[in-house]
C-alpha cells in the first residue's frame, strides 16, 4: 500500500513552460485535493474531486487545471507557468463519509521552482 | 476575516517544556478539529482530531477546543526533539473540506 505518490519530486521551469503534476492514489479514496505550500503560509487548496468526472476550484484555481478519469489519479496540469507558482505542491486524498471527519493523506509533495 | 487564524512563529523550547500552540476560527460550521504534524520536506500527517468541546488525550499529547470562543489548542508535554516540526491546525465540516491554518514551526533543543 503505497498511500499517496507524487512526481515528480522536483521541476524547475522556465516562464512561460507547462507541466503536468501526476498524482496517483491506492487507497480508493473518493475525495482527492491539490493544495500549494508557500513558506510560512500553510496549505491552500488549488482544485478537489469528490469521484471520478467531478471536480472544483479551491481558493487559488487560476492558471491550474485538473482533470479525474479515475478514481486512483488526479493530474494537476500548469499552463504558461509564472513566477508566482513556484512552490510545494500537495495531493492528498480521503476517504469521505458525510457522518464522519475528514482525515486527508498526504503525498510527499513536488517542489516547483520558475524561473 | 480569514476562517482560521494560526501564529506561525517560529517557537522555541527547552526539552522537556509544554507547548501550547493555538487557533482561532471564524466558521460555526465547523465540526472537525484536526491537528496535523509537518516534519522539514514531508507532507503533513495527522496527528489528532478531536469533534466536540472539551479536551482529547493521546500520550503526551492534547487537543482541546472551546467552540463558544472558536478557539483550538494543541498542548505537548515533556516535549521532545523529535516533537520539532510545524503544526496546522485544520477545522472542516462533514462536507469534506479541511481549512488549514498557516502552521507554528517548533523547535525543541537538548
Known sequence: ?115 | QKEVEQDPGPLSVPEGAIVSLNCTYSNSAFQYFMWYRQYSRKGPELLMYTYSSGNKEDGRFTAQVDKSSKYISLFIRDSQPSDSATYLCAPGSTLGRLYFGRGTQLTVWP
Open chain 1, 1 to 115: 500500500n503505497a498511500g499517496v505518490t507524487q512526481t515528480p519530486k522536483f521541476r524547475i521551469l522556465k516562464i512561460g513552460q507547462s507541466m503536468t503534476l501526476q498524482c496517483t492514489q491506492d487507497m480508493n479514496h473518493n475525495y482527492m485535493y491539490w493544495y500549494r505550500q508557500d513558506p510560512g503560509m500553510g496549505l491552500k487548496l488549488i482544485y478537489y474531486s469528490v469521484g471520478a468526472g467531478i471536480t472544483d476550484k479551491g481558493e487559488v484555481p487560476n492558471g491550474y487545471n485538473v482533470s479525474r478519469s479515475t478514481t486512483e489519479d488526479f493530474p494537476l496540469r500548469l499552463e504558461l507557468a509564472a513566477p508566482s507558482q513556484t512552490s510545494v505542491y500537495f495531493c492528498a486524498s480521503s476517504h469521505h463519509l458525510t457522518s464522519s471527519y475528514n482525515e486527508q493523506f498526504f503525498g510527499p509533495g513536488t517542489r516547483l521552482t520558475v524561473l
